[in-house]
T-cell receptor, first 114, second 116 residues
Framework: EAGVVQSPRYKIIEKKQPVAFWCNPISGHNTLYWYRQNLGQGPELLIRYENEEAVDDSQLPKDRFSAERLKGVDSTLKIQPAELGDSAVYLC????????????FGPGTRLTVL | AQTVTQSQPEMSVQEAETVTLSCTYDTSENNYYLFWYKQPPSRQMILVIR??????QNATENRFSVNFQKAAKSFSLKISDSQLGDTAMYFC?????????????FGEGTQLTVNP
């Protein structure tokens, strides 16, 4: 069974440029998560989807970040415009329905903003 | 809000020996889960072990076991017979028990190095 797929693995951009990350969850997983992991820290949730619906986006900086999950499968996270402080690893995870459904993580996208 | 604290930024152990990683948490929830995740340099987060708060028995997975002290809000990970492949960043994480998926709240991590 294929795991969570993310692309690109690495991205280097200049500040004020837009950037987008893509995630394909494990087949059949209805819950999808985007986490941000700053250097030397643990991941923090940005947004959680149940199928197509964003059910927890309280930590998403909505002035510059946006996300979508069309058809309840793939998801895209966008930053526009990027700032220096956005440099981090962006992790996508997915889980199946259930009280504690194990979250399976992708390899992440390392973003560097110059 | 929940908080998770890992007070050991770095630890090292000799191959085949035993090491214990510490974690404390703070919550007002009664129904929750605790996890230890491993993150090697590849960045892939891998679940090592989980503990349901309502279970008194400590979870065990092969060489990995936990010491769950609910009253003290402590959740330590013991790795027995350490192997070189155990070298990684280890994160303690908390999740509220809900009917469906919930966010994981992670600690700051402990970098474990297993020396030959």
């Amino acid at each position: 069974e294929a795991g969570v797929v993310q692309s690109p693995r690495y991205k280097i951009i200049e500040k004020k440029q837009p950037v987008a990350f893509w995630c394909n969850p494990i087949s059949g997983h209805n819950t999808l998560y985007w986490y941000r992991q700053n250097l030397g820290q643990g991941p923090e949730l940005l947004i959680r989807y149940e199928n197509e619906e964003a059910v927890d986006d309280s930590q998403l900086p909505k002035d510059r970040f946006s996300a979508e999950r069309l058809k309840g499968v793939d998801s895209t996270l966008k930053i526009q415009p990027a700032e220096l402080g956005d440099s981090a690893v962006y992790l996508c995870a997915s889980s199946s329905y259930g009280p504690w459904g194990e979250q399976f993580f992708g390899p992440g996208t390392r973003l560097t903003v110059l | 809000a929940q908080t998770v604290t890992q007070s050991q930024p770095e630890m090292s152990v000799q191959e085949a020996e035993t090491v214990t990683l510490s974690c404390t948490y703070d919550t007002s929830e009664n129904n929750y889960y605790l996890f230890w995740y491993k993150q090697p340099p590849s960045r892939q987060m891998i679940l090592v072990i989980r503990q349901e708060a309502y279970k008194q028995q400590n979870a065990t997975e092969n060489r990995f076991s936990v010491n769950f002290q609910k009253a003290a809000k402590s959740f330590s990970l013991k790795i027995s017979d350490s192997q070189l492949g155990d070298t990684a960043m280890y994160f303690c994480a908390f999740m509220k028990g809900e009917t469906s998926g919930s966010r994981l709240t992670f600690g700051e991590g402990t970098q474990l190095t297993v020396n030959p």
